[in-house]
């Protein structure tokens, strides 16, 4: 979770952060992990380009990147 909220917060991920969480699965889940952030990134652009009406109660709020 830490990974994906700097990415998306920052899009750039701390390598330190990036190491631990490559050395617990591997580099292939990694990548996988990498391009489901990628996909609900682009998701949540397009939704937002679209300007499609969002219950509120589906909101969440990302928190801002340690720092």
């Known amino acids: 979770m830490r990974l994906t909220t ?3 917060t920052t899009k750039h991920a701390d390598a330190a952060l990036f ?3 490559h050395r617990a699965p591997g580099i292939e889940a990694t990548v996988e ?7 609900w990134a682009g998701l949540a652009l397009m939704l937002n380009a679209l300007q ?3 219950d509120a109660d589906a ?3 990302i928190p ?3 720092g």
């Open 33 to 39: 992990l990498l391009m489901l952030i990628h996909r």
């Open 52 to 54: 499609v009406d969002i």
């Open 6 to 8: 700097e990415l998306v």
């Open 19 to 21: 190491h631990q969480v």
């Open 64 to 66: 801002p990147a340690p």
């Open 59 to 61: 909101r969440i709020s």
